[in-house]
């Protein structure tokens, strides 16, 4: 089972709105709802900003939105701030190999 | 509040073998799958194991599979992994993380610990 596909980096300015793309297959991406997406930070755990493709944990800001359309995920974040600087790694359930996730896509807020 | 402490990581040679442990508190732990996650240095996340809740169903990547036996401990809120044939490409940091639901096919993964180091290395 091979990586989803991430875009290394993404910038944008303070108060932009960027969107993170995530390019699977028919056996992943495309066949279930079931995709995350997560924010992880140098040194620090992953924490999980998405689940079901468009679906916000409690206590996750709204500036964060995700979205499906195909074989491919999308993740925005909207009023980028400096904290939202990280790397994103979205994930999908994929049956037989269960769960796979994506390259990562580090976010740099200029 | 959910917590998860992994312990057990160290420097191994290769070939050699370890367990690595997962603490659970906070939750019914009985009640969620878990996975194991792990970070190359520099690298991006893999997804490695998986086992529902009752321990009954095991899920493995193809890259560990036959090397690594996942298992849990529900008396115990203790979630395991035991390495065998350790390899170099097998260094990373490894995170145990929480399922959004009893079998491992949410998709999500809700509570991550803070993480374990493994080295393999001569």
């Known amino acids: 089972q091979s990586a989803l596909t991430q875009p290394a980096s993404v910038s944008g300015s303070p108060g932009q709105s960027i969107t993170i793309s995530c390019t699977g297959t028919?056996?992943?991406?495309?066949?279930?709802?079931?995709v995350s997406w997560y924010q992880q930070h140098p040194g620090k755990a992953p924490k999980l900003m998405i689940y079901?493709?468009?679906k916000r944990p409690s206590g996750i800001s709204n500036r964060f939105s995700g979205s499906k359309s195909g074989n491919v995920a999308s993740l925005t974040i909207s009023g980028l701030q400096a904290e939202d600087e990280a790397d994103y790694y979205c994930?999908?359930?994929?049956?037989?190999?269960?769960?796979?996730f994506g390259t990562g896509t580090k976010v740099t807020v200029l | 509040e959910v917590q998860l402490l992994e312990s057990g990581g160290d420097l191994v040679q290769p070939g050699g073998s370890l367990r690595l442990s997962c603490a659970a508190s906070?939750?019914?732990?009985?009640?969620?799958?878990m996975s194991w996650v792990r970070q190359a240095p520099g690298k991006g996340l893999e997804w490695v194991s998986g086992?529902?809740?009752?321990?009954?169903?095991?899920h493995y990547a193809d890259s560990v599979k036959g090397r690594f036996t996942i298992s849990r401990d529900n008396s115990k809120n203790t979630l395991y992994v035991q390495i065998n044939s350790l390899r170099a490409e097998d260094t990373a940091v490894y995170y145990c993380?929480?399922?959004?639901?009893?079998?491992?096919?949410?998709?999500?993964?809700?509570?991550w610990g803070q993480g374990s180091l493994v080295t393999v290395s001569s």
């Open positions: 993380a929480r399922d959004g639901g009893y079998l491992v096919d949410t998709g999500r993964l809700d509570s």
């Open positions: 906070g939750f019914s732990f009985g009640s969620h799958a």
């Open positions: 086992i529902g809740g009752s321990g009954d169903s095991t």
């Open positions: 028919s056996s992943d991406v495309g066949s279930y709802n079931l």
């Open positions: 079901e493709a468009t």
């Open positions: 994930s999908s359930y994929a049956s037989s190999t269960t769960y796979v």
